[in-house]
């Protein structure tokens, strides 16, 4: 079975550009989880969704950042206006529960000059 | 404030060593679980122990949980090379989601 699926892999971008990554959880997990990663803060928990319903989105910086997921197959994070300070790699993950095993994607290596 | 905090945050060893972190946390939880990191990679889901259990094996890796003193460590015995990566220990939130710690950043020296 195919893991998680990201694109981009990785994206360039200039700051004050609109940007989208995607995420395909495992097929039959109901919960998705987007994660950002970087060497000052490790890794930080943005949002996650429960049935494709947001749950805690206390994790996301500000309002710049939005997620959605329309159905239980995709979900989308999306950065608008982007900055520099958003260089970071951000993951997708899903699992069965909230709580259980964790299945991360490869990440999208994100570059905002 | 951070639900797991490993311990040390980074450690290096000699191949055939084995390395143990350490991960400790606040509240009460369901389950503990560890993860590795390679570099550039994804988190790759180790092991889950629940807290019902005291000890847990899994090949070459032994995770123990303690919670009256609200701790859990990771051995990996006989390191290799390809055990090089970062270790997280994850605990669930009263909340209900999972908490990731800061890692523990292993090197195994050939």
């Known amino acids: 079975d195919a893991g998680v699926i990201q694109s981009p892999r990785h994206e360039v971008t200039e700051m004050g550009q609109e940007v989208t990554l995607r995420c395909k959880p495992i097929?039959?997990?109901?919960?998705l989880f987007w994660y950002r990663q970087t060497m000052m803060r490790g890794l930080e928990l943005l949002i996650y969704?429960?049935?494709?319903?947001?749950?805690?989105d206390s994790g996301m910086p500000e309002d710049r950042f939005s997620a959605k997921m329309p159905n239980a197959s995709f979900s989308t994070l999306k950065i608008q206006p982007s900055e520099p300070r958003d260089s970071a790699v951000y993951f997708c993950a899903s699992s069965l529960g909230e709580t259980d095993t964790q299945y991360f994607g490869p990440g999208t290596r994100l570059t905002v000059l | 404030s951070q639900q797991g905090e490993e311990d040390p945050q980074a450690l290096s060893i000699q191949e055939g060593e084995n390395a143990t972190m350490n991960c400790s946390y606040k509240?009460?939880?369901?389950?503990l679980q560890w993860y590795r990191q390679n570099s550039g990679r994804g988190l790759v889901h180790l092991i889950l122990?629940?807290?019902?259990?005291r000890e847990k094996h899994s090949g070459r890796l032994r995770v123990t949980l303690d919670t009256s003193k609200k701790s859990s460590s990771l051995l990996i015995t006989a390191s290799r090379a390809a055990d090089t990566a970062s270790y997280f220990c994850?605990?669930?939130?009263?909340?209900?989601?999972?908490?990731f710690g800061q890692g523990t950043e292993l090197s195994v020296k050939p």
């Open positions: 969704f429960n049935n494709n319903v947001p749950i805690d």
């Open positions: 509240t009460s939880i369901n389950n």
């Open positions: 122990i629940r807290s019902n259990e």
């Open positions: 994850a605990t669930d939130d009263q909340g209900g989601k999972l908490i």
């Open positions: 097929s039959g997990h109901n919960s």
